[in-house]
């Protein structure tokens, strides 16, 4: 399988699961890669946000202590820029500062921008994987380079029974080839 095929059999991985719910911007219409990948899940799977990646995070933690596994999209790393304190300051931070409570289960999902076959700018094209591993202490931040890395990413960021939230950072030229 190609990276395309092993990300889609990752995200219906991901989508067979009762308990996830995709959200973000273009989930639930046409708009960008990502788009294509939840087209054929039920629209109760899907939540249709405005641009607002910070209360989108915020709406990603709260439903995760309600028992939900949001799968949180960002179609690209530099628009979780937005959502950074929400991620790094309470996300991550929760099994810190609540240590005996809920620990929410938050799949965050980002892309580095493709540069073919247009270069759509510095800021659609950043790759934030390592700024988030220096910065995060609970959320486990997998930089998905390589076709044979995605699927225990997935399976491990949905299976995971240690409570641990995950980013999965793809790269957008690679679903193109």
Not at 29 to 52: D, F, T, W
Request: hydrophobic share 40%; with cysteine; proline share 6%.
């Amino acid at each position: 399988m190609n990276y395309l095929q092993e990300v889609q059999k990752g995200m219906d991985l991901l989508a067979e699961s009762p308990y996830t719910i995709f959200m973000g911007q273009a989930v639930g219409c046409k708009g960008h890669a990502i788009s294509r990948q939840v087209e054929n899940y039920l629209m109760e799977k899907r939540l249709e946000l405005p641009v607002a990646e910070e209360m989108q995070t915020g709406m990603a933690l709260g439903m995760a202590l309600e028992g939900y596994i949001p799968v949180s999209v960002y179609p690209r790393c530099n628009f979780a820029i937005l959502a950074c304190s929400q991620i790094v300051n309470h996300i991550d931070k929760w099994p810190l500062m609540v240590p005996n409570s809920t620990r929410p289960k938050v799949i965050m999902k980002m892309v580095v921008g493709s540069v073919h076959p247009l270069d759509p700018g510095h800021q659609h094209k950043a790759n934030y994987a390592d700024a988030f591993k220096s910065m995060c202490e609970t959320i486990e931040v997998f930089d998905l380079t390589q076709t044979e890395d995605i699927m225990p990413a997935y399976d491990k960021a949905l299976n995971r029974n240690d409570g641990r939230s995950t980013i999965l950072v793809e790269y957008g030229d690679k679903y193109n080839g």
